[in-house]
């Protein structure tokens, strides 16, 4: 199984159950629920291929929408487990299936971005918008500010991943190394942030308020 | 007049309609609706040709705006002739408008998947995102949760009718009547959903409740 | 310095504080403000990219984030000059880089869309895609419904901008020419509308109310 083959598979079974376990919080019934889980599994893949000017692998190929599937199928048989005035989106396994999927999906991103030619910061630029994607527009489309904007350590790890994917790269690493560096890292930060409720360094806003 | 602009100009004048109603709801003045039904009519047209990789017809040619602004005009003498209190989104006049541009765009989906080679699950999956494009994205804009989360036939009949395009072609059927009979379908498929409150079968989710 | 380069630098600049002083309204704290900081300056020549199938020059070059990253510095010193109870967004700081993002952008939209061969009818589109894009996305990431759709004088000068881009080009001006009347049209007609409170001619829309 080649590295692209292999992340794209765990990313979109974590997606799936991540964007599912959203949707049941926001009060969707099943079929939203299996909606927001297919679009939250193909949405960062999708705009990774628009963005490089390739057909999206969610038109081409059945396999994608049917990993999502099964994914969607584990996400109800956990909600179905969890007391009803649980928000689900506070359990462990929707932060871990969430920052599975943004770990995997930030290799894909970089595979895809070498593969087709970018400079390395593209590639990290890619990496970052194929994690961050999905989760996003599952967001939106249930009317919540998007993680990515709420919690600094979300884009961050994607980032790191994406330059660690260029260092083994440049070092002589194959990209099957490059790419499970850059996943191990980015799920690694990701759960070692909520763990310990890391934060950047804060440069003050104020102004603020709700609008 | 091929099948192709038959189905776009009907698609554009049913969702500039229907875009332009939801707007009024939501209490935009009459840019807003203008621009609301213009978005609405050319969004899922627009994603359908960024996906295949095409440059869009809502920048290649005048005529879709035209259209679209004829629809607007047709949803501004609709929404005036509405008392105050009555929501338009629950007239018939949006029902039937949503209906019909659902069914016009599964067609034009599946007609531009099918000419640019995809295989006969990316032509149901084009034709079903076609469909449901545009009303998603205006719905997203006036901050509602998108219809085709909410109801489970609302996407379901897209996919009904780009499976039928498929069928009808593999028969030998001419792509005037694959459109035809796939519009047919999903017309008829969500206003029988609406008329009889059909629903697919539950897996009943539970742990819901909003966010 | 060519008229592409010049344009997408100012509106960057621009409308990198416009976004960040958008999230300061909305509560968010200073990685937040930077992610849509960014994602304002980036988005509608993202989106102009996608439309005429180039690879967005955000995936391309470094210099575009590093251009946004210097205007969210500067927004950061406007938002911790600004009192708490003030809306940044109501502060002339916000409507002038908010005019001129809009301006420098319908520019760029222009000279794409010219470059690109599309039709003169073509051209206005992008240039008004390209104009609104950045900042309707802010509003949909803060969940606002976005000001294209509450201002008639917010599409309507990008539009004007467009058509006197042509008209230039038409009579012989060189692209500087036609980039610099654009622009320049297009913020004038935005700060005007604002100070005397321009509508256009209201076609009386009722039947409104809040969803």
Redesign the interface.
């Known amino acids: 199984m080649d590295p692209f083959a292999a992340m794209n598979v765990v990313g979109l079974l974590a997606f799936a159950v991540a964007g599912s376990l959203k949707?049941?919080?926001?009060?969707?019934?099943?079929?939203?629920?299996t909606?927001?889980g297919v679009v939250t599994a193909l949405g960062g893949g999708?705009t990774r291929d628009?963005?490089?000017?390739?057909?999206?692998a969610?038109?081409?190929?059945?396999g994608d929408?049917s990993v999502a599937l099964v994914g969607v199928a584990l996400a109800?048989l956990l909600?179905?487990r969890?007391?009803?005035?649980?928000?689900?989106?506070d359990t462990p396994a929707f932060l871990v299936s969430d920052a599975v999927g943004l770990a995997a999906f930030a290799a894909t991103g970089a595979l895809v971005?070498t593969g087709?030619g970018?400079?390395p910061?593209?590639v990290v630029?890619?990496a970052t918008v194929t994690a961050v994607g999905g989760g996003?527009l599952a967001d939106?489309?249930?009317?919540?500010?998007?993680v990515?904007?709420?919690?600094?350590f979300y884009?961050t790890p994607a980032v790191l991943g994406g330059v660690a994917f260029w260092a083994v790269g440049s070092l002589g690493g194959p990209s099957s190394v490059q790419a499970g560096v850059c996943a191990g890292l980015v799920f690694a930060t990701r759960m070692l942030a909520l763990r310990y409720d890391w934060?950047?360094p804060?440069?003050?806003?104020?102004?603020?308020?709700?609008?």
Chains 1, 2, 3 share one sequence.
């Open positions: 949707a049941a919080d926001a009060g969707l019934d099943a079929f939203g629920v909606v927001l999708t628009v963005l490089v000017d390739r057909i999206p969610s038109l081409a190929t059945t929408v109800v909600i179905r969890t007391p009803d005035h649980v928000r689900v989106r971005g087709a970018l400079t910061y593209g630029v890619l996003s939106l489309l249930v009317g919540r500010v998007p990515v904007l709420r919690e600094d884009a934060h950047l804060r440069i003050r806003v104020e102004g603020g308020g709700e609008n």
